[in-house]
């Protein structure tokens, strides 16, 4: 059973960092993408950052460039979300979320089927 948990979510002000982790059992993604996505009150879901873990590219959303590093340690099975310069329009859910097998991009959405259950990141101004 796959499991992805996630962790590091709290309460800062702007300008503030937090780093996001992603713990996952049962799924070990040699050449496989995770991503962070989140989602604020009254929203729709967005995915954040994406990592393809066979050769560690990366993706990220225009308006965390520059302040979000998505990374991924395979002995610990675990993938990072660093922030930095938080500000408060990043407040939202953040969920972690995995893509089963091999696809050629990271990006295509609808491909992610394993979830973690979300963590609350509030950025107060």
């Known amino acids: 059973q796959v499991q992805l948990v996630e962790s590091g979510g709290g309460s800062v002000q702007a300008g503030g960092s937090l780093r996001l982790s992603c713990a996952a059992s049962g799924y070990t993604p040699s050449s496989n993408c995770m991503g962070w996505f989140r989602q604020a009150p009254g929203k729709e879901r967005e995915g954040v950052a994406t990592?393809?873990?066979?050769?560690?590219?990366?993706w990220y959303v225009d308006s965390v460039k520059g302040r979000f590093t998505i990374s991924h340690d395979s002995a610990k099975n675990t993938v990072y979300l660093q922030m930095n310069s938080l500000k408060p329009e990043d407040t939202a859910m953040y969920f972690c979320?995995?893509?089963?097998?091999?696809?050629?991009?990271?990006?295509?959405?609808?491909?992610?089927?394993?979830w973690g259950q979300g963590t609350q990141v509030t950025v107060s101004s």
């Open positions: 979320a995995a893509v089963p097998g091999r696809v050629p991009y990271c990006q295509q959405w609808w491909l992610y089927t394993y």
């Open positions: 990592i393809y873990t066979g050769n560690t590219g990366t």
